[in-house]
């Protein structure tokens, strides 16, 4: 795979064809342990995205998904999702694809087809790449603070930031 930026980066909603591919990115090991998340088996992934994908226009989940594609090619995902009473961003990038400003360049993407703000996002106090990625498209850190262990994360710090 090579290391340079794709030069082709767009956004479209996710499908159900797309599932799979996604769930194979959330089980990598590595992506867990950086992102500081537990993965879900596909029976849990698969019900939660059914529920996302039966509700067309969000009014029901609240949730916004694209997949990321890099030259035509999935490489990730990134939603908006309600979290805390507020509206929240998070993405996905498949290992192979790290470091190649992919993140980057979804992230906007996605603030472009959403304009609505305050929007947040949380990201483990040690993942540093995911930290950069929301600073570059603006984002701020408000907090920083231990959180426990939940269904989905391992017990980490957690740093929250916030786009005005």
Not at 79 to 96: F, K, L, T, V
Not at 143 to 162: H, K
Request: charged share 25%; net charge neutral; hydrophobic share 40%.
């Amino acid at each position: 795979m090579s290391r340079t930026s794709p030069t082709d980066i767009r956004l479209r909603r996710t499908t159900a064809d797309d599932v799979r591919l996604l769930h194979s990115f959330e089980i990598d090991e590595a992506s867990n342990e950086l992102a500081g998340t537990k993965p879900r088996d596909w029976v849990t992934f698969r019900a939660r995205w059914d529920e996302i994908l039966a509700d067309a226009d969000g009014t029901k989940t609240g949730v916004m998904p694209r997949v990321i594609l890099a030259d035509g090619v999935v490489v990730g995902a990134v939603n908006i999702s309600p979290h805390e009473g507020g509206d929240s961003i998070g993405y996905w990038i498949a290992r192979e694809h790290w470091g190649r400003g992919i993140a980057t360049r979804a992230v906007g993407l996605m603030l472009g087809e959403f304009a609505r703000r305050p929007l947040y996002a949380t990201a483990g106090g040690h993942n540093l790449p995911s930290i950069r990625v929301l600073g570059k498209n603006g984002f701020e850190v408000v907090s920083r603070c231990m959180t426990p262990e939940t269904a989905r994360t391992v017990a980490r710090e957690t740093v929250t930031l916030v786009l005005e």
